[in-house]
């Protein structure tokens, strides 16, 4: 990824296709298996410590199901979904925010609040093909929301109060889905750059430059990363970056700093019983500081395990637990 490249325009056309996104009525109009080539998102309440996982089946309908402090049944929230959902929740509140990108190529929104789902909501855009968005929050009612254009740079825009900001262009050139934390600096995002490496940069008063992280991450998956924004009830200042290596093994990198100085080595983690699909992870600190991980596997269940040390080394992984897929 060069920074210094001359910025291409990119037209991010907001078209409403809501009827795009009818919702699934039933499970037995879905298939039994997760969507190729797309990974889970783990997105935990800081109100009750409701960790859930969402994942896209087969025909694009998106599907949620609760890991900690839930029933474990899978309840579809429809959609025609083409990429790895991103989800979010805020703080002491029991909302979470969930982005997708429609078969339109644009990105659509969907919330929770007061025991009930929103319907979708188009906020337009062009996303790249085979990526999908990521979302990060520093302080309850604010949204920082990442994509890749169809000019492969990295879009921006923000959530705060009741509206979202324009489209903002942050340049480089990314080829996987980014990933996205608060905690540190208002926003820190990591993508992989056209050298299979991870790249990352950060916004505090202003966006910084560019900065490798090294790695080889396999051609069409992002990296995950796993964090909590200050001002949540455990805020450790502890980054842990996940990627799907070149090997098809997962690797870890961690810093308990405030920034690329202080990051670990990469080091290798424990892997599932099955094989891992083509498709980024997910990973999230919940709300008593283990980072809980989740992948899929080419059979298209889904996969999680629990880091259960605070600090940055790449031991004490519980045993990998299957969540099934998606009806």
Known sequence: MNHK???IGVVMAATVLVSL???VSSAASVSGTTMVNTGPAVSTTYYNGKTSVFAVDSKGAL????IFGGSGTWTSLGGVCTSSPAAISWGSTTRTDIFVRGSNGALYWKTYNN?????WTSLGGQIASGTGPAVSSPAAGRLDLFVVGTDGALWHRTY??????AWENLGGK????PAAVAGWHTADVFVRGTDG???????SNGWSAWQSLGGQLLAGTGPAVSGNYANSITYLGVHRLVVHGTDHNLWLKSAPGTGAIG????GRIGMPPQALSASSPSAQINETGPTIISVTSTSGNVWFSVHMSTNGTFDNWNTWNSVGNAP
């Open 174 to 177: 990314v080829t996987a889905s």
């Open 5 to 7: 490249r001359t910025l």
């Open 160 to 165: 705060a109060g009741q509206s979202w900001t």
């Open 115 to 119: 025991s009930a789902w929103s319907p």
């Open 21 to 23: 996104f009818a919702v």
């Open 263 to 266: 990051w670990t080595a990469w």
């Open 197 to 203: 490496a991870v790249w990352y940069k950060y916004y």
């Open 63 to 66: 599907w949620n199901t609760s």
